[in-house]
């Protein structure tokens, strides 16, 4: 009887710290499931800069004498 009352004590105090959970981070948790930032929101005062960088130099086909030292 006394294992009872402490697995339902803890099962209560899980519930409500779920309950507590949700209800100040519920926004956020939702965003997050469905894939998005919930704090980031789109601003059209800024441009965005991509830059890319190229390879340094082309790729060269691998000499004899470096295959045989692998």
Do not use: N
Not at 24 to 45: F, H, M
């Amino acid at each position: 009887m006394f294992a009872t009352a402490i697995t339902l004590a803890v099962i209560g105090l899980a519930v409500s710290g779920l309950a507590d959970l949700a209800r100040q981070d519920g926004a956020k948790i939702l965003a997050a499931l469905e894939g998005r930032s919930w704090s980031a929101t789109p601003r059209s005062d800024r441009q965005v800069i991509v830059r890319f960088s190229s390879p340094r130099r082309a790729a060269e086909p691998a000499r004899p004498s470096l295959r045989a030292a692998a």
